[in-house]
């Protein structure tokens, strides 16, 4: 089990920046990649970012250059961030925050979600 908290959300005027943060706990050992996904109403959940272990990203085309996912390791918990720049009104979603890992000989495989932030950015 891994429980995931998200902050950070809030209201924004268009071009400003925002950090939104994911606190990890529980089984983080077995975290292989983690994510920012996005829905915004009328919509499907897309993909913003993830990262891996190895540290490598991805990102979506509509936030390339503007935004940047990070990781960072605390004995208990994982910290993961995305840093929001240049923010556009049709960035406008709830944001949620993924941990992820495959099957292994002895568990299972784990997919989790944090509970999401409102990002509101105002034109």
């Known amino acids: 089990q891994v429980q995931l908290v998200e902050s950070g959300g809030g209201l924004v005027q268009a071009g400003g920046s925002l950090r939104l943060s994911c606190a990890a706990s529980?089984?983080?050992?077995?975290?292989?990649?983690m994510a920012w996904y996005r829905q915004a109403p009328g919509n499907q959940r897309e993909l913003v970012a993830h990262?891996?272990?190895?540290?490598?990203?991805?990102?979506a085309d509509s936030v390339k250059g503007r935004f940047t996912i990070s990781r960072a390791n605390a004995k208990n918990t994982v910290y993961l961030y995305l840093q929001m720049n240049s923010l556009k009104p049709e960035d406008t979603a709830v944001y949620y925050c993924?941990?992820?890992?495959?099957?292994?000989?002895?568990?299972?495989?784990?997919?989790?979600w944090g509970q999401g932030t409102q990002v509101t950015v105002s034109s």
């Open positions: 529980g089984t983080i050992s077995r975290i292989s990649t």
């Open positions: 993924n941990a992820a890992w495959p099957p292994a000989t002895w568990y299972r495989g784990g997919n989790y």
């Open positions: 990262i891996v272990n190895d540290g490598s990203t991805n990102y």
